[in-house]
């Protein structure tokens, strides 16, 4: 389903969601929330409220209208219809040192582990489970040299996370046989030494 892009404007995830369940019917059970800006960031003497804004904006703005977006269709199919999830992605920088180079991207992804714990209870008597993943540092081509090797080093197997590694676990939230599981933030990133 292509939709808006720039979920950053306020009315972009309602709009995504509102041509994602037409496209789909009308019915949406599952909701993986994988976007994020990364960058153009700073450390604490450096960031300032338009870096800040930006993040927050894209990062955990957005990832809350989706769910609003998602709710509000849920409200619409019969009481108590099984299958609802919501799969959140984090990535870990509320765990260890944080990430004090990237103080807007760290503190707006932090925030949806908390944002996990409270959507799961607003969201249950939809039948909806929330979760968020935290995927570690996973490969997609946007490091390479030193600072790849460096990272690589940090886990036990030696390698980064590939893009399966979180991907299986995302998909299994998706599926009935996660029913059980919600409000949890579950890391995925192959034990990294932080």
């Avoid at 009315?11 to 800006?37: C, F, K, Q, T, W």
């Amino acid at each position: 389903v292509h939709g808006p892009g720039d979920l950053a404007a306020p009315d972009a995830p309602g709009r995504l969601l509102a041509e994602a369940a037409e496209a789909l019917g009308g019915r949406l059970d599952i909701l993986v929330a994988n976007h994020a800006l990364s960058g153009s960031d700073g450390p604490l003497d450096a960031v300032d409220a338009a870096m800040l804004d930006a993040h927050w904006a894209v990062n955990t703005r957005s990832v809350i209208l989706l769910v609003q977006a998602y709710a509000r269709l849920r409200t619409e199919l019969p009481a108590g219809t099984p299958g609802g999830r919501i799969v959140l992605m984090t990535s870990g920088q509320d765990l260890g040192g944080g990430m004090p180079e990237e103080i807007a991207y760290s503190l707006a992804k932090g925030a949806l582990a908390s944002a996990t714990r409270t959507l799961a209870t607003s969201l249950a008597d939809l039948a909806v489970t929330v979760n968020a993943v935290n995927p570690g540092p996973v490969d997609t081509g946007y490091m390479t040299g030193d600072a790849y090797d460096a990272i690589a080093a940090r886990f036990p197997a030696g390698r980064w996370g590939m893009p399966d590694d979180p991907a299986r676990l995302i998909a299994w939230l998706a599926t009935d046989e996660a029913c059980w599981i919600t409000g949890q933030v579950i890391n995925s990133e192959g034990g990294v030494h932080r």
